[in-house]
């Protein structure tokens, strides 16, 4: 998984499929997903952050998936229309019967961009 780039306030999915040496990998019952995003890597809260469990596989598509909403990016604040925010975000396994495991999937970028309209700016 690479960086990722969002609008602001706009929704979007990630549709984050497991492997184990090349086969399909399920979460057991005691494990779970969360996707964080911080403004840093040395930032302790968080702007974004999604729990994922093996309840919320997309048998259908084989997938686990992982909703961002409008809601989640409202608060980051963007500069100007031309400016884009970096932010870092991680995908981390965890497993609640052994609190001392954490393995982090993947890592990179999370990009927010000004949308080119907003509201009745779409009119001028």
């Known amino acids: 998984m690479n960086n990722l780039r969002i609008i602001k306030e706009n929704s979007d999915k990630i549709q984050l499929t497991l492997y184990n040496d090349d086969e399909l990998y399920r979460l057991g019952n005691n494990e779970y997903i969360v996707f964080t995003v911080r403004k840093n890597i040395n930032d302790k809260n968080y702007l974004i952050r999604k729990k994922v469990t093996s309840d919320d596989f997309d048998r259908d598509n084989q997938y686990y998936p992982i909703p961002i909403l409008p809601s989640d990016t409202e608060n980051i604040e963007i500069p100007t229309i031309k400016d884009d925010v970096y932010c870092i975000y991680d995908i981390t396994l965890y497993d609640e019967e ?24 779409a009119d001028e």
């Open 98 to 121: 052994n609190p001392d495991f954490e393995k982090t999937l993947y890592r990179g970028d999370f990009v927010v961009s000004w949308r080119a309209s907003k509201g009745s700016d």
